[in-house]
């Protein structure tokens, strides 16, 4: 059997910065971290879904009506966070980016992760910075960045909270750092007691 990988879950709003701090991350760490995130799985806009079909979402049919996301959407992400302890525990390290919208869901990201040694970092940004960023990029809803930002942290316990307007080397350096000094309990630890 293998020895279960490391997970270093990622949290933030839209537009925060969770994307470049996992890149980062990624090319910085001395172990193989996967990157994994929704957005690998749904494209955030039609512009930028597979124009061959190659998508793993059915998204031409979506986009045509033949399903709706809405009714899609509960299925993909407690599909998206059962994988997880699949991979992490065939060995494979992780750096999951997510924006974990509700309780419900920080509620089973513990459950299903309690056995493993997750790193959870809170990602911030102010609110001013976020829909400007949510503007520039232009594959984003308008308005996603500020609903997010009302509520996903307010139920969450980190190891760690950056702030994205600090540098990017900055940031990555004392995740890094962060992560090597990490003990027990974590932030998950003391999330399932509660």
Known sequence: MATAGNVILVNG???????TLCRALQGALELPF?????????????????????????????DRGDFTWRALRP?????FHRCLPA???AGNHLIVEHIVETKAWMTQLVELLQQFDVFFVGVHCPLDELE?????????????????????HTFCTY?????????????????ISTWRARARPNAFDR???Q
């Open 191 to 193: 999330m399932s007691r």
């Open 13 to 19: 709003a839209s537009s925060s910065g969770k994307s």
């Open 159 to 175: 190891d760690l909270e950056v702030d994205s307007t600090r540098p990017l080397d900055a940031n990555v350096a004392l995740t």
């Open 75 to 79: 299925a993909f992400f407690d599909g």
């Open 34 to 62: 996967w990157h994994y995130s929704i957005d690998h799985f749904r494209p955030s806009t039609a512009l930028t879904r597979s124009a061959d079909g190659s998508a793993v979402l059915p998204w031409t049919r979506i």
């Open 87 to 89: 991979l992490a525990g």
């Open 132 to 152: 400007r960023r949510e503007a520039a990029r232009a594959d984003r809803p308008i308005g996603d960045a500020r609903r997010d930002a009302a509520t996903v």
